[in-house]
């Protein structure tokens, strides 16, 4: 009888949690307040408090009457009752317990059932987060203030030519699934690392999902920046034509993955975070330089010519995709039952990486791709589609 390895003998498995938790206080929590993540849309901040999670703090974000967005901790800092139930005004949002009022900075402005308004309310702040809005997004640095990074301005984003417009994006592109993906968030970013999945995945498994070129089996070469690591992707077509395609991450959560559909040759147009909502989900945020606004929506992976959110659960089976080979690795994969192997070594290039930038942090050091002094600054990248045709 042929020998069977028992999943009852199976160890107790584990994961890299300095990687994957991203709470406040954890080492990769702390590695991603040290840079400006986008945490909604600009429509999303308005006269409306709003509840959002993000890197596992609940938070009310809200935009005053004078226009400014402001990012506050749910309790008020009298009595702690949740500002959701705040009604906004012209200098900030008022508690609806005791009508406290704090402006987006989280200074206490009013104090109406105390003398003149509150002879000390100036001692009184409501714990918040700086903001900055940017081509429809609402950015947000939540970590130490003295640490906070200048803000980057992204190059792909700023030379626009006539025709394009830049526009942005909520719906979790890139996913391959809902706009918030029930897993950890590494098991997604990473996956931007891992050139080989395309051309079994979303090439022949379930059908061709994008395009035919990158139906082929790549040559693939890794390799570090001074931001994150990038990989060049080398496919020679079956019409004589080549493929030289780079896809680029930026710690600790920027990607750079260009048009799946490979619509024409060039640079990328669009760049995206994976935000992390806590320890199990994420969602993506994208900002797309476009002609046409359909771009993006057209850029999702289709199966068998069919948008992900139509397939009953039976096609999510036969025809998985991003989402299913991710979210089905659990809430947070067990990295200690992997086995990788060579193709994988953009993987592990990419987790050293993220691990040497948590303990640059915790070092007291800053991470990469961070500045400060320096005011606005440009952020370049190489991501690309370079399509050589075929001679004639």
Same mark, same amino acid.
């Given at each position: 009888?042929?020998?069977?390895?028992?999943?009852?003998?199976?160890?107790?498995?584990?994961?890299?949690?300095?990687?994957?938790?991203?709470?406040?206080?954890?080492?990769?929590?702390?590695?991603?307040?040290?840079?400006?993540?986008?945490?909604?849309?600009?429509?999303?901040?308005?006269?409306?408090?709003?509840?959002?999670?993000?890197?596992?703090?609940?938070?009310?974000?809200?935009?005053?009457?004078?226009?400014?967005?402001?990012?506050?901790?749910?309790?008020?800092?009298?009595?702690?009752?949740?500002?959701?139930?705040?009604?906004?005004?012209?200098?900030?949002?008022?508690?609806?317990?005791?009508?406290?009022?704090?402006?987006?900075?989280?200074?206490?402005?009013?104090?109406?059932?105390?003398?003149?308004?509150?002879?000390?309310?100036?001692?009184?702040?409501?714990?918040?987060?700086?903001?900055?809005?940017?081509?429809?997004?609402?950015?947000?640095?939540?970590?130490?203030?003295?640490?906070?990074?200048?803000?980057?301005?992204?190059?792909?984003?700023?030379?626009?030519?006539?025709?394009?417009?830049?526009?942005?994006?909520?719906?979790?592109?890139?996913?391959?699934?809902?706009?918030?993906?029930?897993?950890?968030?590494?098991?997604?970013?990473?996956? $931007?690392? /891992? =050139?080989?999945?395309?051309?079994?995945?979303?090439? &022949? @498994?379930? *059908?061709?999902?994008?395009? %035919?070129?990158?139906?082929?089996?790549?040559?693939?070469?890794?390799?570090?920046?001074?931001?994150?690591?990038?990989?060049?992707?080398?496919?020679?077509?079956?019409?004589?034509?080549?493929?030289?395609?780079?896809?680029?991450?930026?710690?600790?959560?920027?990607?750079?993955?260009?048009?799946?559909?490979?619509?024409?040759?060039?640079?990328?147009?669009?760049?995206?975070?994976?935000?992390?909502?806590?320890?199990?989900?994420?969602?993506?945020?994208?900002?797309?330089? $476009?002609? /046409? =606004?359909?771009?993006?929506?057209?850029?999702?992976? &289709? @199966?068998? *010519?069919?948008?992900?959110? %139509?397939?009953?659960?039976?096609?999510?089976?036969?025809?998985?995709?991003?989402?299913?080979?991710?979210?089905?690795?659990?809430?947070?994969?067990?990295?200690?039952?992997?086995?990788?192997?060579?193709?994988?070594?953009?993987?592990?290039?990419?987790?050293?990486?993220?691990?040497?930038?948590?303990?640059?942090?915790?070092?007291?050091?800053?991470?990469?791709?961070?500045?400060?002094?320096?005011?606005?600054?440009?952020?370049?990248?190489?991501?690309?589609?370079?399509?050589?045709?075929?001679?004639?």
């Amino acid at each position: 009888m042929t020998e069977v390895f028992s999943a009852y003998d199976l160890p107790v498995p584990s994961y890299r949690s300095e990687l994957t938790a991203v709470g406040r206080g954890t080492p990769m929590g702390e590695l991603f307040r040290r840079y400006w993540h986008p945490v909604a849309t600009s429509e999303d901040a308005g006269a409306t408090p709003r509840k959002i999670r993000v890197l596992g703090e609940e938070l009310v974000l809200f935009r005053d009457v004078q226009g400014h967005a402001g990012l506050v901790y749910p309790r008020c800092a009298h009595r702690g009752a949740d500002l959701y139930y705040g009604k906004v005004e012209d200098e900030g949002i008022r508690c609806c317990y005791h009508g406290w009022l704090f402006s987006v900075e989280g200074r206490c402005l009013d104090q109406p059932c105390e003398p003149e308004g509150g002879l000390h309310r100036d001692r009184v702040r409501q714990p918040c987060y700086p903001l900055r809005e940017y081509h429809g997004l609402v950015f947000a640095y939540m970590g130490p203030s003295q640490h906070r990074p200048d803000f980057p301005l992204y190059e792909v984003l700023e030379e626009q030519v006539d025709g394009e417009q830049v526009v942005c994006d909520d719906t979790s592109i890139g996913s391959g699934g809902p706009v918030v993906v029930d897993c950890n968030w590494l098991q997604h970013y990473e996956n $931007v690392m /891992d =050139p080989f999945h395309v051309p079994v995945l979303h090439g &022949t @498994f379930s *059908g061709l999902q994008f395009n %035919e070129r990158l139906a082929a089996l790549p040559k693939v070469r890794f390799e570090y920046t001074d931001r994150g690591i990038r990989s060049h992707q080398d496919r020679d077509l079956e019409d004589g034509g080549h493929l030289h395609r780079i896809s680029e991450l930026m710690v600790p959560n920027l990607r750079i993955v260009p048009d799946p559909r490979v619509r024409k040759s060039g640079p990328a147009a669009w760049i995206s975070w994976v935000l992390p909502i806590d320890d199990t989900s994420f969602r993506i945020y994208t900002i797309a330089r $476009v002609a /046409d =606004p359909d771009e993006l929506r057209t850029a999702k992976s &289709t @199966f068998a *010519g069919r948008p992900w959110s %139509e397939l009953t659960e039976a096609e999510h089976r036969e025809m998985p995709g991003d989402y299913e080979a991710q979210a089905g690795q659990g809430p947070i994969t067990f990295h200690s039952e992997e086995h990788l192997a060579s193709t994988d070594r953009g993987i592990t290039m990419l987790r050293r990486l993220l691990a040497r930038q948590v303990e640059a942090v915790a070092r007291g050091e800053d991470p990469v791709g961070t500045a400060r002094g320096r005011g606005e600054h440009m952020v370049a990248t190489t991501a690309g589609n370079y399509l050589e045709e075929m001679a004639r």
